[in-house]
T-cell receptor
Framework: LAKTTQPISMDSYEGQEVNITCSHN???????ITWYQQFPSQGPRFIIQ?????VTNEVASLFIPADRKSSTLSLPRVSLSDTAVYYC????????????WGAGTKLIIKP | DSGVTQTPKHLITATGQRVTLRCSPR?????VYWYQQSLDQGLQFLIQ???????AKGNILERFSAQQFPDLHSELNLSSLELGDSALYFC??????????????FGPGTRLTVL
């Protein structure tokens, strides 16, 4: 059964590093893992995408272990404006190909 | 601004009615996706079109239908509306035919309220 699992919510403080993990046991062999950020009443926005090992851009890093059964989004030195819901998006191959969104992790940053 | 436009921004209607939501994708994008997001819930994938053809189907009710026109804009039709259909409806577009490597760009959403 194709499924992604993320923590429902997380709290952290300004200036800290935050790591959000998504598990995806049956990820399709050649597919990428993508993370999106969503603020209230706005559409989700692309953050980062990767296939394996580590990817870094100007806002985040993505760590993917060799077995690719999970991925960790890392937000360095968070600020209040990083308070949002974070979704992982993964492709699965069951009887047919499906793109599955995680349920989302609500991240709250405190001053 | 993602480049994806959705109209209207807000829609208030009564139970049993029918409404049409419109989406214009980013210039050059061939795929359009529709999502439903109820209050404080995650994204529910409804349907995807690629270059005018249905590409993938999610949890779309039989009362809902969609199409993508030759100019690539898309419409989502919701009929026999129920209170539970009240939600934010997002449209997204991508340049490819879908899949995990295809970045989706989301519109601002249409907030539907059914009274």
């Amino acid at each position: 059964l194709a499924k992604t699992t993320q923590p429902i919510s997380m709290d952290s403080y300004e200036g800290q590093e935050v790591n959000i993990t998504c598990s995806h046991n049956n990820i399709a062999t050649n597919d990428y893992i993508t993370w999106y950020q969503q603020f209230p009443s706005q559409g989700p926005r692309f953050i980062i995408q990767g296939y394996k090992t580590k990817v870094t851009n100007e806002v985040a890093s993505l760590f993917i272990p060799a077995d690719r059964k999970s991925s960790t989004l890392s937000l360095p030195r968070v600020s209040l404006s990083d308070t949002a819901v974070y979704y992982c998006l993964v492709g699965f191959m069951d009887s047919n190909y499906q793109l599955i969104w995680g349920a989302g992790t609500k991240l709250i940053i405190k001053p | 601004d993602s480049g994806v436009t959705q109209t209207p921004k807000h829609l208030i209607t009564a139970t049993g009615q029918r409404v049409t939501l419109r989406c214009s994708p980013r210039s050059g994008d061939l795929s359009v996706y529709w999502y439903q997001q109820s209050l404080d819930q995650g994204l529910q994938f409804l349907i995807q079109y690629y270059n005018g053809e249905e590409r993938a189907k999610g949890n779309i009710l039989e009362r809902f239908s969609a199409q993508q026109f030759p100019d690539l804009h898309s419409e989502l039709n919701l009929s026999s509306l129920e209170l539970g259909d009240s939600a934010l409806y997002f449209c997204a577009s991508s340049s490819g035919s879908g899949g995990g490597t295809d970045t989706q760009y989301f519109g601002p959403g249409t907030r539907l309220t059914v009274l």
